[in-house]
């Protein structure tokens, strides 16, 4: 006969699952990133956000909302630039 211990296997379980539930936010990068630089001289250029989603659509093959591209600029403090 087997020695199963179910407080033992939830206090396992219950552990395992707090460590699946944590994220780390730090980590996370967006896509944007790799564009940062170019992004950047577009809009000191006189880009509006709509004309950069639509130059990451055309000429980098990546799809993303205004929105998005809008946040993403004023996060990195590049939305005002002009």
């Not at 996370?28 to 564009?35: A, G, M, N």
């Amino acid at each position: 006969m087997t020695n199963f211990d179910p407080d033992k296997e939830v206090a396992e379980l219950k552990k395992d699952s707090e460590l699946r539930r944590k994220r780390s936010y730090s980590q996370r990068k967006s896509k944007l990133d790799k564009y940062h630089a170019e992004m950047e001289r577009l809009r000191q250029k006189g880009s509006t956000i709509a004309e950069i989603t639509r130059w990451l659509s055309e000429k980098k093959r990546f799809t993303v909302a205004e929105s998005t591209v809008h946040r993403w600029l004023k996060s990195k403090d590049i939305h005002g630039k002009i």
